[in-house]
T-cell receptor, first 115, second 113 residues
Framework: AQTVTQSQPEMSVQEAETVTLSCTYD???????LFWYKQPPSRQMILVIR??????QNATENRFSVNFQKAAKSFSLKISDSQLGDTAMYFC????????????FGQGTRLTINP | NAGVTQTPKFQVLKTGQSMTLQCAQD?????MSWYRQDPGMGLRLIHY???????DQGEVPNGYNVSRSTTEDFPLRLLSAAPSQTSVYFC????????????FGPGTRLLVL
């Protein structure tokens, strides 16, 4: 079975700073996807970024980028020039390519951006 | 294109009552799923469906039933609600197995007294 671990329950930074959220996972699969989802106070789950395990290049989406280390089973999220609207819970998630498309989530990191 | 919709937004039940949480998507997605989110935890998979007429259990299926008679709808039934089912429930859909992005509905907050 796959597991996802987020070791930082809470983080807080000042607006415009850069922040990195950590995620590690455990799997015996070779082909899979990794995701970061954002959950603001509205509770809506919003996809931030995704990474295909077969791609060596790290995914980027505007101010959001990942550091994907497949051998170390690490998948961190970097938010550059943080904004007040980035305040939210952030969840790391894993999904196998083959078989049932089950998302396995970490426990989440509560990120607060301070003005 | 409304995406994934869920009703109701909030519901209070008494122990032993039954109810159905509705989920619909208008994106013609084959794959749909239900998750629950408890305080301090990530989402956990309850049931999922890879197409009309096909459902299977996830990580925490006990106390819940599902059916998938159409591509668009995937209701979740609580047959006899228990306080342990107090949670926030999310429905998600995905174009097809292997298409990697799941899109989530806004969630239903359920309180069982």
């Amino acid at each position: 079975a796959q597991t996802v671990t987020q070791s930082q329950p809470e983080m807080s930074v000042q607006e415009a700073e850069t922040v990195t959220l950590s995620c590690t996972y455990d799997t015996s699969e070779n082909n899979y996807y990794l995701f970061w989802y954002k959950q603001p106070p509205s509770r809506q789950m919003i996809l931030v970024i995704r990474q295909e395990a077969y791609k060596q290049q790290n995914a980027t989406e505007n101010r959001f980028s990942v550091n994907f280390q497949k051998a170390a089973k690490s998948f961190s999220l970097k938010i550059s020039d943080s904004q007040l609207g980035d305040t939210a819970m952030y969840f790391c998630a894993f999904m196998k390519v083959q078989g049932a498309q089950k998302l396995v989530f970490g426990q989440g990191t509560r990120l607060t951006i301070n003005p | 294109n409304a995406g994934v919709t869920q009703t109701p937004k909030f519901q209070v039940l008494k122990t032993g009552q039954s109810m159905t949480l509705q989920c619909a998507q208008d994106m013609n997605h084959e794959y749909m799923s239900w998750y629950r989110q408890d305080p301090g935890m990530g989402l956990r998979l309850i049931h999922y469906s890879v197409g009309a007429g096909i459902t299977d259990q996830g990580e925490v299926p006990n106390g819940y039933n599902v059916s998938r008679s159409t591509t668009e709808d995937f209701p979740l039934r609580l047959l006899s609600a228990a306080p342990s089912q107090t949670s926030v429930y999310f429905c998600a859909s995905q174009r097809s197995p292997g298409q990697e992005t799941q899109y989530f509905g806004p969630g239903t907050r359920l309180l069982v007294l």
